[in-house]
């Protein structure tokens, strides 16, 4: 219903396509994810995903510095100091995407060690990429996310009456 909502058509041709392969993912990911071994093995190439775009990412910014333009549409100084786009139009839409991974992984490695023994790398190579792309909104879900992720604990832990010294110094 909502496919063609512009008058170019191949941008409609292109929606359409974009829904058929959402469509068969949905189908496709229903019958490989059939136990909990499947499932782990899904979300570890999920996880990777957003790894390989922020190491391409972190690329960019290096070769940038050397002048190279490697898919860079934004610089700070232009030739000396890029803002990391990776494979997207500009540093904003790719800090948006990359918060998605970011957020999953400071979620795991926050409430289970075993994610934090596997994942610590993956999410301090995200970490820098995110900061470098300088998008606000991208840095500013950062803050926010950990601000709520202390807060959370601290209410929990201040429910069941198990406070600590360093927990009351992060709330102050």
Known sequence: LFIPNTTVLTRNIGYVAWLLLSILLIGIMSTLIRN???????????IISFYFIAIFGLIQFVVGLFG??????????????PRING???????????????????LYLIFHNDFFAKKYKKYF????????LSSSRMAILTMLLSICSLILVQSIKK?????????LVKYVF
């Open 158 to 166: 201040f429910l069941k009456g198990k406070i600590s010294k360093k």
């Open 68 to 81: 190279i333009k490697l898919l860079t549409t934004q610089w700070w100084i232009y030739g000396v100091l």
């Open 36 to 46: 909990e071994k499947m499932f782990y093995k899904v979300m570890h190439l999920y």
């Open 124 to 131: 301090f190579v995200i970490t820098i990429s995110l900061i």
């Open 87 to 105: 494979f997207n139009y500009e540093p904003s839409y790719y800090g948006s995407y990359l918060i998605i991974g970011w957020t999953l992984l």
